[in-house]
C-alpha cells in the first residue's frame, strides 16, 4: 500500500520561508517523478513544482519561479519543497504527489498525500 505523508505547513508572515517535506512508502521512491500541488479556497489544484526521478530536471509554475526550490533524497524516499519570500497569494493546502512524469498535470499523478495548510499573513 503506497502511503504519501507531507509536513511542514503552518503559519508565516509575508516574506518568510517554510519548507515541507514529503515522505513515500510502498512505491519504489526513485522510479518516480514528484511534485507539489496546491489548492487555495474556491480555486481549482494548480502545480507548483515537480521533479523528475534524478533529480536532473526540476519545473516550476511562474508563479513561484525563483522563490520555491523542489529537491529529493532517494535515500531517505523523501522530497522537498523549500519556499523563500512567500507571499498571501501562496496560501493554500499543498499537496505532495508521486507519478511517472515530472509534469505539472494533476491528472498524470497516482498518488497523493492528504495536504498540509500554508497561511501567510500580512
Known amino acids: 500500500q503506497v502511503q504519501v505523508a507531507e509536513s511542514g505547513g503552518g503559519l508565516v508572515q509575508e516574506g518568510g520561508s517554510l519548507r515541507l517535506s514529503c515522505t513515500v512508502s510502498g512505491l519504489t521512491f526513485r522510479d518516480h517523478a514528484m511534485a507539489w500541488f496546491r489548492q487555495a479556497p474556491g480555486k481549482e489544484r494548480e502545480g507548483v513544482a515537480a521533479?523528475?526521478?534524478?533529480?536532473?530536471?526540476?519545473y516550476y509554475a511562474d508563479s513561484v519561479k525563483g522563490r520555491f526550490t523542489i529537491s529529493r533524497n532517494n535515500t531517505a524516499n523523501t522530497h522537498y519543497l523549500q519556499m523563500n519570500s512567500l507571499k498571501p497569494d501562496d496560501t493554500a493546502i499543498y499537496y505532495c504527489?508521486?507519478?511517472?512524469?515530472?509534469?505539472?498535470?494533476?491528472?498524470?499523478?497516482?498518488?497523493w498525500g492528504q495536504g498540509t495548510q500554508v497561511t501567510v499573513s500580512t
Open positions: 521533479i523528475t526521478w534524478n533529480a536532473a530536471d526540476t
Open positions: 504527489a508521486a507519478g511517472m512524469y515530472a509534469f505539472l498535470k494533476a491528472d498524470l499523478y497516482n498518488y
